[in-house]
């Protein structure tokens, strides 16, 4: 790929010494246009070149560009971001330039707007014979633009090898409750989008009904089976979250399906389509089940804590709270919460007592739930995980030590 190299180091060197700061990086975003499809294309190939490299080391992440970089390419494998020296060094004006050849115009005006972007990036693998799809983010670090990009999994995993009782399934299902609001929650990078994959693919295979699916951005790409399935990328087929839940409606959908729930206006609005009778699925970044309620009520205006809490107690229906915990053997394995949605717990959300549900899920076995420490120790005996990792990766740490000494 030295045409690659020659190309960046040709166009960085024609920056006029004196364009500094972030209007240098402002001068690369509007440049990049009297780069020729020609050369273009081969620095979409570059990148092609390093995303293999990603996918046969088995990484889930690469970090490109800005200061923090040192230069260098990094790979998230297994969990543990590594440098990877192999591919050569860029310089923060090489990185700027290949990442911003990789967005259109309206891209790139988005991202000196707001400073961020995200969007989903593809290409066609011909070793492996397959398009790979990737999830990536655009940002400034220092004045430069970094990049992270996120593979996403060609396959899906089968909703019965996430080991949820049956009746947490039935829960989740549309077959079984045509209406209510699932929610699955956990930090960056704890496997979110890959369980609600998960869920709408065991839809796909027997339920015929129209999911639609509103996500920043779209992700894995379902083939419509049983169900007949709707993508809408915001930014690009959709301007926001919130309208594309409030254009659902108009849509005849059984199941909306929202990436994030990242604003009290998209919040609202899903609360809201919920109530109208439709089954919705939908993604927060908090650590527990608990905390995905309390956090739904803090989000909003306080003047509308108490309805908006109300309303939750009425439409939600489940709540799995999961992280990616590092195996014994170097991979990682998926710990969860489930709290399930009983007459108790709908008292206590709408009393403001979500402390006491706690105690709820510990109890709540038969309804098919399950703490966080609970299923960190059924990893443990099952010589999974390390002790030390079962403590670690706890919410309760004091109940999680306190199952460990009963082992």
């Known amino acids: 790929m030295e045409d690659a190299r020659q190309i960046l180091a040709t166009f960085t060197q024609s920056i006029p010494q004196s364009v500094l700061g972030p209007e240098r990086t402002e001068y690369i975003l509007e440049k990049i246009e009297t780069i020729s499809d020609e050369d273009r294309l081969k620095l979409i190939k570059y990148v092609n070149a390093i995303l293999s490299?990603?996918?046969?080391?088995?990484?889930?992440?690469?970090?490109?560009?800005?200061?923090?970089?040192?230069?260098?390419?990094w790979f998230r494998i297994f969990g543990d971001k590594k440098r990877i020296e192999q591919i050569p060094k860029l310089t923060p004006d090489e990185s700027t330039v290949l990442i911003s050849s990789l967005i259109n115009k309206n891209q790139r005006e988005v991202l000196s707007k707001v400073r961020n972007l995200d969007f989903s990036y593809t290409f066609y693998h011909t070793k492996l014979g397959k398009n790979l799809r990737f999830r990536a983010d655009a940002y400034f670090d220092l004045d430069a633009l970094a990049l992270n990009m996120r593979?996403?999994?060609?396959?899906?995993?089968?909703?019965?090898?996430?080991?949820?009782?049956?009746?947490?399934?039935?829960?989740?299902?549309?077959?079984?409750?045509?209406?209510?609001?699932?929610?699955?929650?956990?930090?960056?990078g704890s496997g979110k989008s890959t369980t609600l994959d998960s869920i709408i693919d065991y839809?796909?295979?027997?339920?015929?009904?129209?999911?639609?699916?509103?996500?920043?951005?779209?992700?894995y790409v379902h083939k419509s089976n049983a169900c007949i399935i709707r993508h809408r990328e915001v930014g690009r087929d959709v301007l926001s979250f919130k309208?594309?839940?409030?254009q659902a409606l108009r849509q005849d959908p059984d199941i909306i399906v929202i990436g994030e729930m990242r604003d009290p206006e998209t919040i609202m609005a899903a609360l809201e389509v919920t109530d109208t009778g439709h089954k919705v699925f939908s993604t927060l970044h908090t650590s527990s089940a608990v905390e995905s309620l309390d956090r739904?009520?803090?989000?909003?205006?306080?003047?509308?804590?108490?309805?908006?809490?109300?309303?939750?107690?009425?439409?939600?229906?489940?709540?799995?709270?999961?992280?990616?915990?590092?195996?014994?053997?170097?991979?990682?394995?998926?710990?969860?919460?489930?709290l399930i949605v009983t007459p108790s717990v709908?008292?206590?959300?709408?009393?403001n007592n979500t402390g006491e549900i706690y105690g709820m899920i510990n109890q709540g076995a038969p309804q098919?739930?399950?703490?966080?420490?609970?299923?960190?120790?059924?990893?443990?005996?099952?010589?999974?995980?390390?002790?030390?990792?079962?403590?670690?990766?706890?919410?309760?740490?004091?109940?999680?030590?306190?199952?460990?000494?009963?082992?």
Do not use: C, W
């Open 151 to 188: 593979a996403i999994s060609a396959t899906i995993r089968p909703l019965d090898s996430l080991e949820f009782h049956p009746y947490a399934v039935k829960m989740m299902s549309h077959n079984f409750m045509k209406f209510g609001l699932s929610l699955v929650t956990g930090i960056t």
């Open 203 to 219: 839809h796909n295979r027997f339920d015929p009904a129209h999911v639609v699916i509103i996500a920043s951005p779209v992700e």
């Open 243 to 246: 309208e594309g839940v409030i």
């Open 368 to 407: 098919g739930m399950v703490t966080m420490e609970q299923d960190l120790l059924r990893l443990f005996k099952e010589r999974k995980i390390s002790k030390d990792n079962a403590i670690a990766y706890s919410n309760n740490k004091t109940r999680m030590l306190q199952l460990m000494r009963a082992v």
């Open 346 to 351: 709908k008292a206590a959300i709408k009393n």
């Open 296 to 338: 739904i009520i803090a989000e909003v205006d306080p003047a509308e804590q108490e309805r908006v809490r109300n309303r939750l107690a009425d439409v939600l229906v489940s709540a799995v709270s999961q992280k990616l915990v590092p195996t014994l053997d170097g991979k990682r394995v998926m710990a969860k919460e489930v």
């Open 53 to 73: 490299v990603m996918i046969d080391r088995e990484a889930s992440d690469i970090e490109v560009g800005g200061e923090g970089s040192g230069g260098f390419v």
